[in-house]
């Protein structure tokens, strides 16, 4: 974009663009994907930017009824500009991206569509999703429950199968059954596909989706037996408060039979169920796709605040030289650099394995088809590992972003304190991180007992098979240089996770039983899992950088980034290394090493690194970050902004202030 699209004012980061040792269109199209990415995407923020309606930057001081009637604004006009403009699913999404404001839709076309593709027939598909595209009917996806949340197979809400009526009776047993979380649940959306426990012939068996009406299309009244309300505020001021979760209460409410989404398994008309010949973990199918989304959003995520970090860090002076000369950028601090570096690294890392991931699931979806299902373990193993250590990882380098503006940072115009409520949940919803986690390690144990037993691991685990070698290798490195050799640190990857990997399962088959060894041994899993979730990270990365990267300097800037983002795990984690005898100590301190000479070749790069995001100032939505760097005007105008500001005097003087002070004034008199 050109900076006269900014606004065209004097740039007071001119000078640390010139310094720039690569072409930045060449960094965008790296980093979006290819150039047809850039231009869609540029239109579309542009498009964004340019209308009213898609003011954000009073969000943070409306209440949560103006945060709600605006966010339904926003997404009817979202819509209506689609349509007008006859928008592609592409721009579409785009649209919603960057109008950025979780909202109902969010929910509708991530989850509620999602479902009912992956686990509705194709007549149901014909169905519901002709009146989902054209938002007929708004849908949610009601899964979470008050009592339960991690695990699903313990959800308590009942569908009952009445062979007189041909119909499931849904009802809410308990308090704790009542739906509690979903989207869009609490004041907007008609429909849901709610998971509930099947019940026929007397015999339950488990958890099964069912698409249901839960409000009436004419006056949005809840169906009869439906008890549905917002839960609540949530964490920060706008952020995910623009979001309607819902709570509902089912009492007995009957919907038809093929309201069951038959995909996995059908009911008969006589009440038997029959189980298809797909395997029935396609029940979770709608959650690994999100959590592939979710990987993107981290990256984006991650690189907002470090946009804003790196062009407030280059605009803002602290101190100088004793003689009275040019005060110091802060970003020139080496402990600045040493704590916002990595991120800057991360958010590539994350955007380049995002990418691959984005491939891995069209890959496994397309064999799922052919009803080849033997990628799907890897494929949950992929999703909910990177979905858990990008979202981690994504909520500390925001917060951190916050200390690195200083005290700029905590106020609501840097855009930071919502950047951070918003994505925190990221942790958390589409499974637990933790949770998550434990599932990746749970692969892992399987493919280590299986590489026991002579089995060739394929896939993100294929390292496993180089057991002899990996078991019992010592890094190669003996110089600062040798740090930059890409296959050197592959193999102190590979060695650490694999080791810490193997470490667990012969822990575990110490213990009496296997279950009570993976309990056992659980905080050890979760690391060995972090640490095979790397590997993936720096493995991609690595071979994004074996790809044809056009533009001059482009690929060496990538260069330095891997570097930077493999190295710093190294002085991060420098324990499991250690311990797992990957390295010595003194490869670690030439690790560190380099790593420091890697933070000053990237220095002089830094502004134009995140300009390669490309982000508008709209979307950024900080006072701080803006691409122009005329960051104390625009504090000292976005402070007028603030509703307190609206008197000079405030409101409350007459009746609390101003009896204080005469009360005190005639105390002292006295
Ligand atoms: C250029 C860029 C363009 C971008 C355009 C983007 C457009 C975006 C536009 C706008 C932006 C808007 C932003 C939207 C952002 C996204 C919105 C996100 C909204 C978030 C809303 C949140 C929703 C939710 O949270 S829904 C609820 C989620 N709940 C969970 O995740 C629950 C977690 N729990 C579980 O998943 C499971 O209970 C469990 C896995 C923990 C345990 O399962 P269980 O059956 O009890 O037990 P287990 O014995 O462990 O497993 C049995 C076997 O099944 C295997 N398995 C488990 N899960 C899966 C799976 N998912 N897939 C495959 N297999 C699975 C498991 O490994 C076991 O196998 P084994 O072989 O027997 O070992
Ligand atoms: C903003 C937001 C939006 C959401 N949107 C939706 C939605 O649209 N639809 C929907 O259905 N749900 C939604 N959810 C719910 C979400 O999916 C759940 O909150 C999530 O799956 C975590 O479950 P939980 O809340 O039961 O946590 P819990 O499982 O109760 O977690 C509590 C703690 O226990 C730990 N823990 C749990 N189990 C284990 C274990 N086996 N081993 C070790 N530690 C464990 C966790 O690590 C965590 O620290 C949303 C949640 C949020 C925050």
Redesign the pocket.
């Given at each position: 974009m050109a900076a006269a699209d900014w606004g065209g004012k004097a740039d007071h980061l001119a000078g640390e663009r010139a310094t720039a040792q690569f072409d930045v269109d060449g960094m965008k199209v790296a980093w979006a994907g290819s150039r047809h990415a850039v231009e869609v995407a540029d239109r579309m923020a542009c498009l964004v930017a340019s209308d009213p309606v898609f003011r954000k930057d009073t969000r943070t001081m409306l209440s949560r009824k103006e945060l709600f009637k605006d966010t339904l604004k926003k997404a009817a006009h979202a819509w209506k500009r689609t349509v007008e403009l006859h928008l592609t699913e592409e721009e579409a999404n785009l649209l919603r991206l960057y109008i950025d404001q979780p909202g109902y839709v969010d929910?509708h076309w991530v989850?509620f569509v999602p479902a009912i593709k992956g686990q509705g027939t194709e007549e149901q598909q014909k169905k519901w999703l002709t009146m989902a595209y054209k938002f007929q009917i708004i849908g949610?996806?009601?899964?979470?429950e008050l009592g339960?949340?991690?695990n699903v197979q313990g959800l308590e809400t009942t569908a009952t199968f009445d062979p007189s009526t041909d119909e499931f009776i849904m009802h809410s047993p308990t308090l704790t059954s009542s739906k509690w979380?979903?989207?869009g649940l609490g004041k907007t959306s008609t429909h849901a596909v709610v998971y509930a426990r099947l019940i026929t012939e007397g015999k339950d068996y488990g958890i099964h989706g069912f698409i249901m009406q839960l409000r009436s299309l004419d006056d949005h009244s809840p169906l009869p037996g439906i008890t549905i309300g917002d839960i609540g505020g949530k964490f920060g001021s706008g952020a995910?408060n623009s979001m309607d979760?819902g709570v509902m209460r089912l009492d007995h409410v009957r919907i038809p039979r093929d309201q069951m989404l038959m995909r996995l398994a059908q009911v008969t008309r006589e009440g038997k169920y029959v189980h298809s010949d797909v395997p029935k973990q396609l029940l979770y199918g709608t959650m690994v796709y999100v959590r592939q989304t979710i990987v993107a959003d981290a990256s984006r995520a991650l690189s907002r605040a470090v946009c804003i970090a790196v062009r407030y860090g280059a605009i803002r002076k602290q101190f100088g030289s004793k003689a009275g000369g040019p005060e110091t950028q802060v970003l020139n601090y080496k402990t600045q650099q040493s704590r916002l570096f990595p991120f800057l690294a991360s958010a590539y890392a994350f955007r380049f394995v995002g990418q691959w991931l984005k491939w891995l699931y069209t890959d496994v979806t397309q064999k799922l088809e052919s009803k080849d299902f033997s990628t799907l373990p890897e494929a949950h193993a992929c999703t909910a590992g990177l979905k858990s250590v990008t979202t981690s990882a994504t909520a500390d380098a925001i917060e951190e972003c916050q200390k690195l503006c200083g005290g700029h940072g905590y106020l609501n115009s840097s855009g930071l304190p919502e950047l951070f409520a918003v994505n925190l949940?990221a942790c958390?919803?589409?499974?637990?991180n933790?949770?998550l986690l434990?599932q990746v390690a749970r692969f892992l144990m399987k493919t280590v007992s299986q590489v026991a037993s002579g089995k060739q691991p394929v896939g993100t685990t294929a390292y496993m098979g180089n057991i002899q070698h990996l078991m019992q290798c010592k890094s190669v490195v003996n110089t600062v240089e040798d740090w930059l050799n890409p296959a050197a640190i592959k193999e102190v990857f590979e060695a650490r996770a694999l080791r810490m990997a193997v470490n667990c399962a012969q822990n575990i088959s110490k213990a009496p039983s296997q279950e009570e060894g993976f309990s056992e041994l659980?905080p050890d899993l979760v690391e060995a899992a972090v640490a095979h979730v790397q590997l993936i990270i720096v493995t991609k990365f690595i071979e994004k950088l074996q790809e044809d990267i056009l533009g001059h300097g482009v690929k060496e800037q990538l260069q330095k980034l891997c570097g930077i983002y493999a190295l710093h795990l190294i002085h991060k984690h420098l324990g499991d290394f250690l311990s797992t005898g990957c390295v010595t100590a003194r490869q670690g301190s030439l690790a560190n090493e380099r790593l420091g000479k890697l933070y000053a070749q990237v220095r002089p790069n830094a502004v134009a690194l995140v300009d390669a995001f490309d982000y508008t100032d709209h979307y950024l939505g900080s006072a701080l970050g803006r691409y122009d760097g005329d960051v104390y005007s625009a504090l000292y105008k976005e402070a007028w902004k603030d509703p307190l500001n609206e008197t000079v005097v405030p409101d409350g003087y007459q009746e609390h202030l101003r009896p204080l002070l005469k009360q005190q004034l005639k105390l002292s008199r006295l």
């Open positions: 929910l989850m949610t996806y009601a899964q979470t339960h949340g991690s979380w979903p989207g995910y979760n949940p958390t919803y589409e499974g637990d933790v949770v434990l659980s």
